[in-house]
């Protein structure tokens, strides 16, 4: 099975910056897209950036230009540079891989969608 774990969430000024890591483990043979998602209090979770296996980007309008997706492939990690955080960007905040990993159980490679644990970021006003 594939784990992902989450670290680097806190609290954090209105206008200050946080990065967030993300760490797959496991048999795992490829991941292809990696994703940051949100979800604030009485609100559904939203996509924040994803990032393919290429490097290619996207993100939320509400977070372009402020925040950065990137990836270690070497490490099977994600990062989420978040700056200029507002007190609207306060959620929990989950990593989410997609790809293959070694079964044993099946002897086969299989595929995964994983995610991590949640990360509280706060921003306050």
């Known amino acids: 099975q594939v784990q992902l774990v989450e670290s680097g969430g806190g609290l954090v000024q209105a206008g200050g910056s946080l990065r967030l890591s993300c760490a797959a483990t496991?048999?795992?043979?490829?991941?292809?897209?990696m994703a940051w998602y949100r979800q604030a209090p009485g609100k559904q979770r939203e996509l924040v950036a994803a990032?393919?296996?290429?490097?290619?980007?996207n993100y939320a309008d509400a977070v372009k230009g402020r925040f950065t997706i990137s990836r270690d492939n070497t490490k099977n990690t994600s990062y989420l540079q978040m700056n200029s955080l507002k007190p609207e960007d306060t959620a929990v905040y989950h990593c989410?891989?997609?790809?293959?990993?070694?079964?044993?159980?099946?002897?086969?490679?299989?595929?995964?969608?994983?995610w991590g644990q949640g990360a509280q970021v706060t921003g306050s006003s």
């Open positions: 990032i393919t296996s290429g490097s290619s980007t």
């Open positions: 496991g048999s795992i043979d490829s991941i292809n897209n």
């Open positions: 989410n891989a997609k790809g293959l990993y070694y079964s044993a159980e099946y002897r086969n490679y299989m595929p995964f969608d994983a």
